[in-house]
C-alpha cells in the first residue's frame, strides 16, 4: 500500500471536495464574509501584521499609533511593490483611496460636533447675557418713568399752583384760558391779545392775509366768468355750504388784472376750512376745470452764496433740501438777485433770491441760515422798497403807468432808454439833479427819504421774520428805525452813506476815470431783466455785494 503523498490538507480530496471550495469562496465573496485557513498563514494577528509591515518598511514610523492615514499610506506602498499583480494593484489602491474617504468623513463628522458643541455653549452664553441686559434696562427704564413722572407732577402742579395765582389778580373772563389756546395762538388770538411791543395795525394787516386765498382759473371758467366780485362771492358761499361747511364762509372776493380771484373769508375757521387740500380739491371740482389754488411762496435771500451754485440745475436745488434736512418742495425756485452781467471780475459770491412754500420753514431759514455749496449762508427776509419807474426815473408808479412822452435814462439822466446809453460810464441823477451817483443809486437821499416812507407804511419791514401765528416772530429788530430805513445795510447810517457816496464818485471826471456800479436790486417776479434795459459792461465794486441790502426790486416796467 503506497504511502499518503505529502501535502496540505485536502489535497487529496476529490474534484467534488474542490467544486465545494469554490462555490463557497463565491458564496464568502457575495455574502461579505471572509474565509481565512489560518493553519497555512504565517500573520494570525494584528500585532504581527504590525511586525512585518514595520520590517518591510511599509508602515513607518515604527511604534506610532495607527491611524487611517497611516494605514493608506501602507496600502499605497504595498501596491508599488514588485511582481504584485495588476489586479491586486487594482484592488488594494481602491482600498486606498475608500479608506482616505472614510477618514474624512470621519473628520467631518467630529468638527461639525465639535462646532455644534461650542455653538450651543454660545448660544447658551448669549441668552444669559441678553437676558441680564434685558433685566438691567427694564430696571433702569422703570426708575427713569418713575423720576419723570414724579417730575411731570410737580410742574402740573406749579402750573396749577401759577394759574390759580394768575386767576386771583385778572380779569373773570380770562380765567377759560386753556392750554391750548395759551400755546396756539392764531392771528386773531394775536389782534386780541397781542404781543409785547406788537404794532396792532401790522397784527390786523397780516390777519387778513392769512384770511386770504387766490383761486386761480376763473377767467376761463364760462359759469364764473362773467360774473361780479358779489355775485361771485355769493356763489362761492352757496358752493362751500355745499361741501358741508355751516355759516358764511366768504367776506369778499376780487378780480386780479392778471387773471386770479383773491378770497377773502369771515374768521380763521373758514381759513382753516379752505386751507385743507381736501377740501380745496372738492371746492375746484365743483367750480369747474381749470380752477385750483395758488400756494403762497416766501421770498428771501441769502447772502454771498458761491457761484459754484446752478440755480438752473434741479440737482442742486434738491441737494441744497436735502442738506438742509427741508422736503424736496419746500423751495420752489432759486435765482440769482443781480443778473450775471452785472458781475464784477473776479466776483467769487452773489446774493440767491430762495423762494420758499412754508413760511415755518423760511423763519427757520433766517434763524438758523443755510447751508449752500458747503458753507453756512446767513439768509434774511427781503423788504418792501418804493417803486421807481424805469421810463422816467420817477416814483411810486411803474413804467406801463406812466405818463412821460420820453425815456429818462437810469445812468446819465438823459433824454433815452438806460440800455441804449452812449455814456454808461456817467453817473447823473434825475431826482436829485446832481453828478455825483445815478438815478438808481441805494445812495441816493430821494431814495433814502422814500425808503423811510416806506418802512412807515409797511411796519413789517422792521421785523426780523415773516409774521406767523408764533409769537417769536413778530419780535423786531433791535436797530433803531433809522438804522432800519438805511438802504446799505443795518450798522451803515445814512449821513455816513452819503459821506461814503461822495468820496466815492466825486467830480464827474473821477467817475469817468474810476467807474464803479453801486446798483443792487433784487429782481422779483415784477422786474424785468435788466440786461435789455441797463448797460451790460457797467463794472461793480466786488465789495458792494456784501455791502448791499437786501430788500425787494425797486422798480418795474413791461
Not at 468638527?111 to 454660545?122: H, P, T
Not at 406749579?158 to 380770562?174: F, L, R, V, W, Y
Not at 473821477?510 to 417776479?525: C, I, L, W
Request: charged fraction near 25%; aromatic fraction near 4%; include cysteine.
Amino acid at each position: 500500500m503506497s504511502p499518503t503523498p505529502k501535502g496540505r490538507p485536502g489535497d487529496a480530496c476529490d474534484k467534488t471536495t474542490g467544486e465545494n471550495r469554490q462555490t463557497t469562496r463565491q458564496e464568502a465573496r457575495k455574502s461579505g464574509r471572509t474565509i481565512i485557513e489560518e493553519d497555512h498563514e504565517e500573520i494570525k494577528d494584528a500585532r504581527k501584521g504590525r511586525k512585518y509591515l514595520e520590517a518591510k518598511q511599509l508602515l513607518w514610523p515604527p511604534g506610532e499609533p495607527i491611524t487611517l492615514s497611516a494605514i493608506t499610506i501602507c496600502l499605497h506602498h504595498i501596491s508599488a511593490l514588485a511582481n504584485v499583480p495588476k489586479p491586486a494593484v487594482n484592488a488594494i489602491r481602491s482600498v486606498a483611496y475608500i479608506l482616505e474617504e472614510v477618514e474624512e468623513t470621519a473628520m467631518s463628522e467630529k468638527v461639525k460636533e465639535a462646532v455644534d458643541s461650542q455653538m450651543g455653549e454660545l448660544n447658551k452664553d448669549l441668552a444669559l447675557l441678553v437676558s441680564d441686559v434685558t433685566e438691567r434696562i427694564d430696571t433702569h427704564l422703570s426708575t427713569k418713568i418713575g423720576e419723570l413722572t414724579a417730575n411731570v407732577e410737580r410742574l402740573n402742579n406749579t402750573i396749577s399752583k401759577a394759574e390759580e395765582t394768575g386767576h386771583t389778580t385778572s380779569h373773570p373772563d380770562s380765567r377759560r384760558t386753556t392750554t391750548n389756546e395759551r400755546t396756539g395762538r392764531s392771528y386773531a388770538n394775536i389782534v386780541a391779545t397781542p404781543v409785547a411791543g406788537i404794532n396792532p395795525r401790522l397784527a390786523a394787516k397780516e390777519g387778513i392775509k392769512a384770511r386770504q386765498f387766490m383761486l386761480e382759473g376763473i377767467v376761463n371758467n364760462a359759469k364764473l366768468s362773467h360774473l361780479t366780485d358779489s355775485q361771485l362771492r355769493d356763489e362761492l358761499n352757496r358752493t362751500i355750504t355745499q361741501q358741508g361747511f355751516e355759516g358764511k364762509c366768504i367776506r369778499s372776493t376780487t378780480k386780479q388784472r392778471l387773471g386770479g380771484l383773491l378770497i377773502e373769508t369771515n374768521n380763521d375757521d373758514a381759513a382753516n376750512w379752505i386751507r385743507s387740500p381736501h377740501n380745496q380739491n372738492a371746492l375746484c371740482a365743483a367750480l369747474g376745470p381749470g380752477s385750483t389754488f395758488r400756494s403762497r411762496t416766501f421770498q428771501m435771500i441769502a447772502l454771498n452764496v458761491s457761484l459754484l451754485l446752478d440755480p438752473t440745475n434741479k440737482e442742486h436745488l434738491k441737494e441744497i433740501c436735502e442738506v438742509n434736512q427741508l422736503e424736496d418742495e419746500t423751495i420752489s425756485t432759486i435765482r440769482w438777485a443781480k443778473p450775471i452781467a452785472r458781475r464784477s471780475p473776479g466776483q467769487r459770491s452773489a446774493h440767491l433770491i430762495v423762494t420758499f412754500t412754508d413760511v415755518n420753514e423760511a423763519n427757520r431759514a433766517v434763524a438758523n441760515g443755510l447751508t449752500i455749496c458747503n458753507r453756512r449762508t446767513r439768509v434774511e427776509k427781503i423788504k418792501k422798497e418804493p417803486t421807481r419807474c424805469l421810463k422816467c426815473q420817477g416814483w411810486n408808479h411803474f413804467a406801463k403807468e406812466c405818463l412821460e412822452n420820453h425815456d429818462t435814462c437810469g445812468n446819465c439822466a438823459e433824454n433815452h432808454r438806460t440800455s441804449l446809453c452812449p455814456n454808461p460810464m456817467r453817473r447823473s441823477c434825475a431826482s436829485c439833479k446832481v453828478d455825483t451817483h445815478a438815478s438808481w443809486s441805494r445812495a441816493c437821499p430821494v431814495f433814502l427819504k422814500k425808503s423811510e416812507e416806506c418802512n412807515r407804511r409797511f411796519p413789517e419791514n422792521a421785523l426780523t421774520f415773516i409774521p406767523s401765528s408764533d409769537p417769536w416772530t413778530w419780535i423786531a429788530n433791535s436797530q433803531s428805525n433809522e438804522d432800519q430805513s438805511d438802504a446799505d445795510g443795518p450798522r451803515t447810517t445814512r449821513k455816513k452813506l452819503v459821506n461814503r457816496d461822495l468820496r466815492q464818485y466825486g467830480t464827474q471826471e473821477n467817475n469817468q476815470n474810476n467807474p464803479v456800479d453801486d446798483f443792487y436790486a433784487p429782481y422779483g417776479s415784477n422786474l424785468p431783466d435788466w440786461a435789455s434795459d441797463d448797460p451790460p459792461n457797467l463794472q461793480q465794486d466786488p465789495q458792494e455785494e456784501t455791502n448791499r441790502p437786501h430788500t425787494r426790486p425797486t422798480a418795474n416796467h413791461t
